[in-house]
């Protein structure tokens, strides 16, 4: 009941047509699937495509049994992520800024995910703009980026800093951390999107995957243009 | 029908109590009054009281027709506010920070109720986050305040990028500019609320005259405490 | 009161670093100032910089009171925008996908403004989900693309159909467009957050404007990687 | 203190004449209630009635003790159903078109209490709107159904373009999966509704049972026409 | 630029398949378009399809001017619909059950549009829940439809009711009649998803077209399936 | 610290002479409290007044143990009530009228809150609109009551309904049963109020106490007015 | 096609039975029916029943030409009431306490239908609880009332501490006056909802009618238990 | 990677700067954080400053293993915080008006933050609006504070009433207790900002931390000022 570019596993249909529409075999959003299955779409889509294999928010305990079942992998805690045969460097440069501490967990999903699909990936932590010295001291690693990825929770205010200081693309994460009106990161991401500053882009709540794509869709594009 | 520190004109009763109570007397919001009902307030409290007296959100033509029937007043139009006996200095410096030129009416609004009522208003305009270079080279003058009240609309993230820089009181004020994920103000008042810079205060949408009114009650305090 | 950076007209203080900081004039926002104070900032971009200048949001008389007061300019009256020595070519292809008749207005913002700024702009009508095949008919053109602006409101589902059928970029603008349940384009801005496809981005709601100026960042970033 | 259509056990009052005014007994359900309470219901329904007795909502070890207590009924774990004396088929067909693999406990619930009920269900998973080919090698079997019950979170897209696709009533189940953005449920719910294609309508979040329940008053009107 | 399916017009490209594709040729929503445009779309229409051809949510003077420039239509100012080449009756019956003289002409325009596509109308008024003797008075009426479409505002109980007496399709069309806490619509269409009477449907706030579009789409499936 | 009319216990301050203001004792909300503070506050006010003496909210383990400290207590488990001194018969009928199951934990609260203040308290179950036949066949009793409280979730529509019935007064509780577009209760207590029924009056969501309350002043007042 | 309890006007049918159900005719909605329309419902209610006829929401050329048609009626302005056969005193005291100035139309709605269904009303202005002191002077008239409708906007305070001060029925109507953070209303609905005061009921925001019909009701119960 | 004002411990850059900036070193956000970066942390404030080091929200084991490794520090298990070096006092009056007892924790947060920075303060509780009595005997305690810091949740009226009351400050801080329609505190938060007293501020829901640092700011400019 499926054509050729899509496996049947049962449980999920995989589409293994993705690494050549779209440079990048599907990833599999790992919540709330067995180990099992998370095998079992690993290995298809190790088996049909070429390039890098990616599993995201895996636990502990589900990342042990699948790298038992599928081997060659490597697991990254604090990313909670996956990765079989990660890409070869691109040659574009990505710096995660991230505003506080507790945005860290999304940052590192970011950074992660973008360095498996070959970017070249910086991290600059503890910017918010309540403190703007800290923030104005990265300004050159800032500068020197072909993307910026800001992460930021509470008011999301560091995105609409870092879209002033920067030429290249600004892509914001909102995160849900922060309690009461930050209510659980919708405040920051209608704040980011009202950002006084020109041509940043957004995208979902807590979605450190999200962004990297967003950054890699960009190398892309970068690159195809590149001689 | 009311006691000696209510004066009933009928069509409303006024508190000419409050300038013992709380040092100013009672201020007229004339949004969707006549001009014969403002009047007629104005002078009651003229009588009943000593210090200034004023009508916030009055138009032009409305204001024109006050101060006919009320001589002595003044009218700040893009403030839309009138104001009789304004009060005498109180040696309290407060600087309104304006995030764009958009939010100018009610940063306008703050400085002239905050000036009527003996405050010394400087007003700092176009030093939103996106382009902090404006915002740092204004940093001196602020740092000099004694309060500083933060007008922005859009993501607001003018109060924890000031509310960082400065180690006096911050009153935020956010501002119905803006479209779409703004909400009307709603995004910049949970966004000020959510802030990453601690100790900062927030004041409703739009009100200028309110975050006058939190300043004022600071420099009572200020003042009452100095020999 | 203003540094080496920032020209005070008074009534605003005129950014005209921003084009050595990021490539590009300020824009001026048209909506709610008078055809002298457009006039004023714009004589000033056009002194201090050597770019485009351009005023977004500018109806019609308006328009013709600033052209007059400042020639060789140039009046886009569906896309609302008054251009100054618009940009040479940057050969960087966008295409604006655009679901239905009612996202035109936005979708002739963000071409103008993409145009004037150097980009080649190609736009797609009609494309919206509910008629596939008129999407499907449209795919080459999309796939050629170096990054794809969808202006889509009511559901929004395009943004999420593009960003599965291009491996490019894509920037989403959720248009006011509908009724009801459409609330005024925030369910298209939280359905796009909320997409099945991975990597796009969005910005505020019928902002033609911002998506335009996310790809004109993309543009640069393409081009610097450029030998 | 109930009259002869009511049978009341004290901690309900079961209606046991909506067969005759609906074409199906009462459906319990089963969430919050006791395997006393659920079995109690059942026998009466079964007693008053001749049609399916079903109870949604079931977990595991309470649907053990209800079919230890009322024998010859059956348990669907994936549907949490309970199901006594199915209907024979009444010749009606319904797709249930699934987005993703998270929707799939709502679609087991829509299509096991449709079958329950008499219609025939097939079920198409993984045909959300970012894999567009997936979708249209569905078509055939979409457009030979009478009814198509689509089931999606997220952005809830899939509605739009299966109510493009096909000419037969589609009835929408938003479900609660995603994160961020998609407000459990809420944004899928509002896009829905929102939708370019005309004609679709909409059940509450999650409500697999309502959609069923929709295709089965519309298999009962097209065969109370058919002679 | 379209293919064999669709006719570009310049300020619209219309797909002239539908009728093919779902029974009924494209409708167009007038508000919004000038009576040039609407002419235009129209005149495609009847020459590319044998069907009916809608324009819904036009006003009185547009309609003038458009049947002025394509005779042989007819408007029903109630319903703001103009309509050439009504369908003959399918043998359908249809009632719409408006809960309140407010919500008349959301009620009208699924009337309207219901009876030009070929369905057989009664309405019935005045049958809000608070009056329980007026909406049981109807019973026998509601019980004969093959399609009941409820319009009710304020709190949408009627849905329910409705819901409860008859086993045909329900499809609820919440209006934004009321005010204050009946949130423009919102309110209604939130309580008619969250009804406790089963296997109700819900169309957008005042889209008496979209009820009438389900409705179309219920009486194809029972037409297919007559011998 | 406290007056004559306050009894200082040290983790809370009572209120002893609400029962000459209100003709009641202060009610205890024991939710968050423990046994050693409930116990503290019920035997103050058993020692400062000479009325009934309630705690809502309260837990099996926490009544068992203030019951071993405070005797001559009653506690209703269905309720979570703790109840000292019930009052004497007022002779004032309410009927608590209760739209399903799940409705049933908040109606006996109200009931039995309304009983233990002196109020004759009738329940009336599974009453729901979706099902009027059951509602219908109570009307005696609903119109015999002096005063109906209405406890219902969903969409609330219980309250209209009820509301058109009777001329009582007609108090109407949301609750927060159901899901997905019930939003916690959001949806009823907005419905609750956007009633077409003239004259229904609403409390919080899931209080079941405070229509009780509001069935005790009417009572209170009927009363007065009683020669 | 309606029974002997409904009159059918054609643009509306009017129950003419409620009088005997509910012991008051039918009132009017008067906002968006033409002149014609309110004198064709009013003189029908004259006609069939005994009680006062009352239409609501009537603007001035309104009312100017439905009195001209239909004679013995007054027109009270400030209300937009219209009035015929106002009915004798029942003997109930309300007192509807009013915050704000701006408050007021409500309030005389609230009045004015009140009194013209035969309750004793007496207004009590400016009240707010920012000026408790004034609020203090009215406990005697507020604890003499047989109910008190409490009417203001903003943050809607005024509930709360009346609910406090008197032990009768309060009926709180939220307004949408006020600003920015009030939400039209929809605050001060939700924060009298939240209120400490135990037992004040709630009606929609801005419906003064509402609060009458719900005192209306009070007093018939009253006087109903007098011997 | 970190200038002169950073200390970088890999888990966290600290701001060693504050204390020179604001007045007092950055204060550390316990929640979520393991006691060795608590106590690495406390440890290099300690050391790069002279004044007060705090964490807030420190549970009961986590603050026993952070105290044996940083000795000298104290706990305040009701205010969840960790003290080392307290400063002395700045003879700055604050009164914590409390609403209810739910409100406690919150208001222990504002005290011990407070009391630790050198604040003298001083707790009022019980003082909710629906008791004016308890509220008006705090008066003169009330009217003596340099600052008042309210903290009231459900619909937060009492800061409207001690905004009234006093001519110093308010701080105005919305709790998340109470349930329904208090929206987890928003309601409490919205209410405060549309409050009808003039130049009361508010912080964000629950955060009595940060209204005793706006208290701070507060007694910093007193002082300061104070020759």
Redesign the interface.
């Known amino acids: 009941m499926?054509?050729p570019?899509?496996v049947d596993l049962g449980?999920?249909?995989v589409?293994v047509?993705?690494e050549a529409?779209?440079?990048l075999p599907e990833?599999i959003?790992g919540s709330?699937?067995t180990p099992e299955q998370i095998s079992g779409i690993v290995r298809t889509l190790l088996r049909h495509n070429d390039g890098p294999v990616l599993a995201t928010r895996v636990d502990d305990d589900v990342a042990t049994s699948v790298l038992a079942a599928v081997p060659d992998g490597a697991y990254d805690r604090e990313a909670r992520l996956l990765v079989w045969r990660p890409a070869a460097s691109l040659g574009?440069g990505v710096v995660v800024a991230v505003?506080?501490?507790?945005d860290l967990p999304v940052a590192r999903e970011a950074a992660a995910v973008a360095a498996a699909t070959g970017l070249d990936v910086t991290t600059v932590?503890?910017v918010?703009?309540?403190?703007?010295?800290?923030l104005?001291?990265e300004q050159d690693r800032l500068r020197a980026a072909?993307?910026v990825i800001v992460v930021a929770?509470?008011?999301?205010?560091l995105?609409?800093?870092v879209?002033?200081?920067?030429?290249?693309?600004?892509?914001a994460v909102?995160t849900?951390t922060?309690?009461?009106?930050?209510?659980e990161?919708?405040?920051?991401?209608?704040?980011?999107?009202?950002?006084?500053?020109?041509?940043?882009?957004?995208?979902?709540?807590?979605?450190g995957?999200?962004a990297?794509?967003?950054a890699?869709?960009?190398a892309?594009?970068?690159?195809?243009?590149?001689?």
């Open positions: 499926a054509g570019d899509v449980f999920a249909r589409d047509d993705r529409r779209q440079g990833v959003y709330g699937k574009f505003a506080g501490t507790a932590t503890d918010g703009v309540a403190g703007l010295h800290r104005l001291a072909d993307t929770g509470m008011e999301g205010a995105a609409s800093a879209g002033g200081l920067v030429a290249c693309p600004v892509v909102p849900s922060g309690y009461g009106a930050g209510l990161g919708v405040t920051a991401l209608l704040a980011m999107h009202a950002s006084c500053a020109a041509g940043i882009t957004v995208v979902n709540i807590d979605s995957f999200g990297a794509m967003a890699f869709r960009l892309r594009v970068a690159r195809r243009r590149t001689p």
